[in-house]
């Protein structure tokens, strides 16, 4: 799951946004890797709270899209179903999207049930 808040930080607007994976997943580390961190899989690395949810949560610069993927423990990617929009990247396989922008609203064909 992905929750994000719109807020004012030191002056500036950040979205801070949660990154949240169920306590089903087998691992013992996780880490959030993206094109905000350069794609550093170590930098951005999830806690696990008294439930043993995975969470970790960090500010991004408002009003853009980032790419990201979450590695598990070293060598298993994964990617986000509820992320705004997944994209192909180069090595075959697809890229969760975050959107940063208050206004964003996922698309909803209400034709379709």
Partial sequence: MIQKTFLEVDGQSVARITFSLPDAIWADHITLVGDFNQWNIQSH????????????????????????????D????????????????TYGSDNSVVVTDPDYRRYKDERIS
Avoid: C
């Fill in 45 to 72: 690395p999830f806690g696990r709270n008294g439930s043993g949810i995975w969470r970790i949560t960090i500010d991004l610069e408002p009003r853009r899209t980032y790419q990201f993927r979450y590695l598990a």
């Fill in 74 to 89: 070293g060598k298993e990617w994964m990617n986000d179903r509820e992320a705004d929009a997944h994209v192909h990247n």
